[in-house]
């Protein structure tokens, strides 16, 4: 993931650890102040950055019922199936009609978590099996004092 600072990378693969320990424990995530006009009854979960795969940058904004990447806006509802590789810090969605959309960055991982609560209420699609290595652990050794 090149042209990302490692601190956004590791900032964004930590709140989607939290966002998805919320979710699993039947939290929601938390609506922000709307920088585009909403629908009735729609929030806006986020905005930032992506690479939008054979378009570039360009901006994402989640709400609880469409992914728009800069020009494009998708429905939630037309997400047939979604793939998340958060060690990649990418996302493939199938869009009904549309076809596959690609896209990668710092903040996809949460974006992933935050589509999956909304269509399936879950941090994950069904049948998903997220890996996340443990932390290594440092071993201290103790020296025995006589």
């Given at each position: ?15 989607m650890s939290m966002l998805a320990g919320l979710v ?123």
């Open positions: 993931m090149s042209g990302y600072d490692p601190a956004q990378l590791a900032a964004g693969f930590r709140s699993e424990r039947g939290g929601r995530p938390a609506a922000v102040s709307p920088t585009i006009p909403l629908r009735a009854g729609e929030k806006q979960y986020g905005w930032f950055p992506v690479h939008v795969a054979g378009a570039g940058r360009r901006l994402a904004v989640i709400t609880s019922r469409r992914l728009i990447l800069g020009t494009q806006e998708y429905s939630l509802r037309s997400v047939a199936r979604l793939r998340p590789r958060p060690d990649e810090w990418a996302l493939s969605l199938d869009v009904r009609g549309r076809g596959p959309v690609e896209i990668s960055g710092p903040w996809v991982p949460w974006l992933s978590v935050v589509i999956c609560a909304e269509l399936h209420g879950a941090a994950w699609p069904p049948g998903y099996a997220l890996v996340i290595p443990a932390p290594r652990q440092r071993v201290r050794r103790m020296e025995c004092v006589q």
